[in-house]
């Protein structure tokens, strides 16, 4: 089963994305990486899970429509 998570990259979203991942879930995680949360941290929180095979990271403002047709 595939799962979108938005915001993944911060504390939350980190948290929820290693349960899933655990779980066996397919991850596809939007983010913007804004700098009203340091993006570095965010990044940080990430990068562990980006050698695994079911997890996507997608840089993406999610209100860019075009860009959610293009993932979706």
Do not use: H
């Not at 949360?37 to 990430?46: A, G, I, Q, S, W």
């Amino acid at each position: 089963m595939k799962v979108l998570v938005t915001g993944r990259a911060g504390f939350t979203g980190s948290q929820l994305v290693e349960w899933l991942l655990k779980e066996g879930y397919d991850v596809i995680c939007l983010d913007i990486f804004k700098n009203y949360y340091n993006p570095e941290l965010k990044r940080n929180n990430v990068r562990p899970f980006l050698s695994e095979r079911n997890f996507k990271l997608v840089e993406v403002n999610i209100l860019d429509k075009d860009a959610r047709k293009r993932i979706f």
